[in-house]
């Protein structure tokens, strides 16, 4: 119990970026696989239009509710800045999932989607939190 008590604040923002984050990050990565497969528009491309549609979203509700009550709330100009720059990070990354194993290693647009499930939210969650919303 003494590990909630020293981390009830990070577990609580974790649990709320799980919670919205996972949202997004299965409309963004399920966006993806079916604009690529469905509709068969380029993969990268499917990616692209779906961190657009998504990306003012994410950065509403990880604000308002993720990371509700953390860090200063000032600055508003400097920490949409800095959001916009994680989300590209998390962006860039997912690009290169795509054209890594669907563009290099030829394989089925949803090979991505695990990478895009489990490694960037990592990312986004640690450099939200220390940079973002701090």
């Given amino acids: 119990m003494k590990i909630i008590e020293r981390h009830g604040e990070i577990l609580g923002q974790l649990i709320r970026f799980g919670l919205t984050g996972g949202l ?15 509709l068969h ?3 990268m491309l499917s990616l692209t239009l779906n961190f657009i549609l998504f990306t003012g979203l994410g950065y509403l509700l990880h604000s ?7 860090g200063a709330r000032d600055r508003a100009a400097a920490r949409t800045a800095r959001f916009f720059t994680v989300n590209l990070i998390g962006f860039l990354s997912n690009q290169f999932f795509v ?11 949803w090979w991505p989607v695990l990478p895009i499930l489990f490694v960037t939210p990592l990312i986004t969650f640690a450099l939200n939190r220390r940079w973002v919303f701090a």
């Fill in 41 to 43: 528009v380029e993969p």
């Fill in 64 to 70: 308002r509710f993720s990371f509700r009550g953390h």
């Fill in 24 to 38: 997004l990050t299965v409309l963004v990565a399920g966006g993806y696989w079916l604009v690529a497969t469905l």
């Fill in 99 to 109: 054209w890594l194993l669907v563009k290099q290693l030829n394989g089925p647009t």
